[in-house]
């Protein structure tokens, strides 16, 4: 028996045999095609089968895991729709006469060696993609496609890392564990198990060189361990744990019905968020107490063209009616280069998320902001909705917004169109300038809600995704928590709620300290919702806890 350590990623208890996956990979040698035109016609139907795998790839995301991370699948579907990917293919084929295989491979490596070259970490992420993708469109081409293990058993898949759109494919019916030599707790594929309910233990190293396939593996990932060839007390010992687990799970369903209050009475609430319409009843049937952040961007990504008032009216009205009295907090598009849809025709930058994004982005274009305010207002009628304006920062752009809505009032004052003259605005504390300043922004605004990850990444300038610095990255950072407190202080200063939602939103060993704080609206997965109220419950803020938060990355 040895037991190996790496780092929890998706929490769990799995036993079950080593089978270790290998992503195919292929060397395309130059070959003169027969016909440019046959191959050129070729590429066009593995890229739009590609097309088609990357909109069910985020389909089924959409289903288990935050929009913020399906719409990984909607980049690579964008990067594969991208003009320059399809010439640098169209080139190869016209000018050298190769095959359509060698001309993807080739362009794919050219525009990934560019990605990889940039000085923004954000987008030497893309390089990776680009590979992804072009990978994607090779199997189609050569009829052999990348496959997790499918049928019945109960595997531990072992991998040097895994990308998001092979996580997203594995059968929970047959593997019960992912291990692996790289990766990160914070990457796509760990967010993607996590909100699966896979257990997945990273940053293994050298170590799993010492497993041979076949192996029996216990993977503990609460404690980031793996242990090979357990003997039968230890077998014991682990199937108990994961008995004790699943139980717990099914305990949980009592909350559905229960208030979520602390044990000394300070209420809370507990809210999914969501990026499509159909996914409210999933809060609802998960037990959440409202909506508290859908990402309207996702409105914006599906097309071709901008989401016009009318379609943006149905959307927004159909969520209100469905959750009825229950609260809906709508966020205007947080969109930015690395993610808007094509027709935006947004410059690349360096560093995206430095630059022009969010309501950064709709400021600068007030025709299409006021459509979705018009069409956020004409839906208030039919729900409890409010509205959050996201990576506001200062005074001046909380002016700029409230000048617009006010015209869109008009507007539909002159056209005899009702709206709800009470809708709750609020901005998400996003960056370090509106911790400092939420104060003043506290005056201006009916609520808060903390972007967790986001206020952290950009305070500790790190980003969690890049397998390079996340050990870098603390959410209970001190940095990090006096922003927190500042924020929640000048909250309740004004008397308005204060909500938190990413990572830290559903960390057990950081509810107690948030709650303390003040924070009382937790916007979480909706895999989640049932978990942290029961974590809510069992907290007794009037009774002191000796134990120091550790800093949990």
């Known amino acids: 028996m040895e037991k190996y350590t790496g780092t929890g990623a998706s929490r769990g ?12 990979t292929w060397e395309i040698p130059f070959e003169k095609a027969k016909s440019s035109k046959v191959e050129w016609t070729r ?60 001309a993807v491979q080739q362009a794919g490596k050219q525009l990934a060696g560019m990605f990889a070259l940039m000085d923004s970490a954000y ?33 531990i898949v072992i991998a040097k890392d895994l990308l998001p759109s092979e996580a997203i494919q594995i059968n929970r019916l047959r593997v019960s564990a992912v291990i692996a030599r790289e990766g990160s707790q914070h990457s796509h594929a760990s967010i993607l198990t996590r909100a699966m309910g896979i257990p997945s233990v990273v940053m293994l190293g050298e170590q799993i060189d010492r497993i041979q396939e076949g192996d029996v593996l216990i993977v503990d990932g609460f404690h980031g361990e793996v242990i090979a060839n357990p003997d039968e007390a230890t077998l014991q010992m682990y199937r ?11 305990r949980l369903a009592v909350y559905k019905e229960a208030p979520t209050r602390t044990k000394d009475g300070t209420n809370a609430q507990v809210c999914g968020n969501i990026g499509n319409v159909k996914e409210a009843q999933m809060v609802l049937d998960l037990g959440g107490e409202g909506i508290g952040l859908f ?11 901008y989401p016009e008032e009318q379609v943006q009216f149905e959307a927004y009205r159909q969520v209100l ?24 025709k947004l410059l690349s930058e360096q560093n995206p998320m430095l630059g022009l994004r969010a309501v950064r ?34 005074i001046w752009q909380l002016r700029q917004i409230k000048s617009l809505m006010e015209d869109c009032q008009e507007e539909l004052d002159r056209e005899h169109i009702a709206y709800n003259q009470q809708i709750k605005l609020g901005i998400t504390i996003a960056t370090p300038a509106a911790a400092l300043l939420s104060d003043q922004l506290a005056k201006a605004v009916d609520f808060f809600l903390i972007s967790s990850s986001r206020l952290a990444s950009y305070t500790l300038a790190v980003d969690p995704k890049n397998s390079g610095v996340s050990d870098l990255f603390y959410m209970s950072d001190p940095a990090v928590l006096r922003l927190l407190q500042m924020t929640a202080a000048n909250a309740k200063r004004e008397g308005i709620p204060c909500g938190i939602s990413g990572e830290m939103a559903y960390n057990r060993r950081l509810i107690r300290r948030l709650l303390e704080m003040g924070i009382t609206r937790f916007v979480v997965p909706s895999a989640n919702l049932l978990e942290v109220r029961e974590w809510i419950c069992s907290i007794d803020l009037k009774n002191e806890e000796n134990e120091p938060i550790s800093q949990e990355r």
């Open 13 to 24: 208890i799995a036993i079950g045999q080593a089978h270790f996956y290998d992503r195919k």
């Open 240 to 250: 108990q744990t994961r008995d004790v687990y699943q139980s717990y799970q099914e």
């Open 361 to 394: 982005l709709s400021l600068k274009r007030p025709d299409i902001f006021k459509v979705q305010l018009r069409a956020l207002l004409r839906a208030s009628v039919y729900g409890n909705l409010s509205i959050l304006f996201p990576m506001v920062s200062n």
């Open 321 to 344: 009616e469905k959750m009825g009295s229950q609260p809906v907090t709508i966020r205007t598009m947080d969109l930015g280069s690395e993610k808007a849809a094509g027709y935006f």
């Open 43 to 102: 590429f066009l139907k593995a890229k739009h089968q590609a097309a088609e795998e990357l909109e069910a790839l985020y389909q089924r995301a959409s289903d288990i895991v935050e929009p913020a991370e399906a719409v990984l699948f909607q980049i690579h579907r964008m990067l594969l729709e991208d003009r320059q990917y399809t010439q640098a293919v169209e080139e190869r084929i016209d000018n050298q006469g190769c095959t359509a295989e060698y």
């Open 295 to 305: 990402r309207s961007e996702y409105l914006y990504m599906d097309g071709q063209d």
């Open 123 to 155: 987008m030497r992420e893309r390089s990776a993609d680009m590979m992804d993708i072009s990978d994607r469109v090779l199997g189609l081409l050569l009829r052999e496609q990348q496959g997790m293990p499918d049928g019945a058993g109960s595997l």
